[in-house]
């Protein structure tokens, strides 16, 4: 992927955040929203960024070569995360709005513009803004944020699956695969899962 949807864009504007999340589907862990800014007339040829695309469909290793081309070459990054405890008080898409505002709050530079994934954002931030659908695989600065936030959130995960082994949050990353639900099944829930989500495989409704 390369700079082509940025540089119209640049011709008017400065600074070009893009901003993306992941983990709204999972039964458990944070929801977490990446948001990077590259400068101005970036382009990544001859480097590993030329592979970014969707962070679902890059290689856990290729993504963790990514994020440190991304982290080294970026203008600002940023990575934000809302608890399971904030998810279940406010809705998961609320706090989705909250991670990404979060994110663009914790850049060590304001953008004059951001690109979100997606068709649905809210921000009292005051920056224009414009949501495109399936923009983590059309949009490089989008993408960036999407594979910060995927490996942020993949070591989240890692790490609970060492605190509660019995879950296997390092395979499924907290998403309700067959073993996640038999485990919630047989030992029930742990302080990560999110209440409001309720299995049909438990009678919750």
């Not at 530079?109 to 803004?129: A, C, Q, W």
């Not at 296997?168 to 047989?186: D, K, L, N």
Request: charge should be neutral; charged fraction near 20%; include cysteine.
């Amino acid at each position: 992927m390369n700079t082509d949807y940025e540089f119209p864009l640049w011709e008017t504007t400065g600074m070009i955040c893009g901003i993306d999340e992941v983990g709204r589907g999972p039964l458990a862990g944070p929801v977490v929203a990446g948001a990077v800014v590259f400068p101005r007339w970036f382009r990544p040829d001859g480097s590993v960024l030329e592979q970014l695309n969707d962070s679902k469909k890059l290689s856990p290793r290729l993504r963790e070569e990514l994020t440190l081309e991304i982290k080294e070459h970026a203008l600002g990054w940023a990575v934000a995360a809302v608890e399971p405890e904030t998810i279940d008080l406010i809705n998961i898409l609320q706090a989705t709005m909250l991670a990404m505002n979060s994110a663009v709050e914790s850049l060590p530079v304001t953008p004059d513009l951001l690109l979100v994934d997606g068709n649905r954002f809210k921000t009292s931030l005051g920056i224009p803004y414009t949501t495109i659908v399936k923009g983590d695989a059309l949009v490089f600065s989008i993408a960036a944020a999407s594979v910060l936030a995927k490996t942020h959130r993949d070591a989240i995960m890692a790490a609970y699956g060492a605190k509660w082994p019995e879950y296997g949050f390092e395979r499924h990353v907290g998403y309700g695969t067959g073993e996640h639900v038999r485990a919630i099944m047989q030992y029930g829930r742990c302080p990560i899962h999110r209440k409001s989500f309720k299995l049909r495989q438990l009678g919750e409704k």
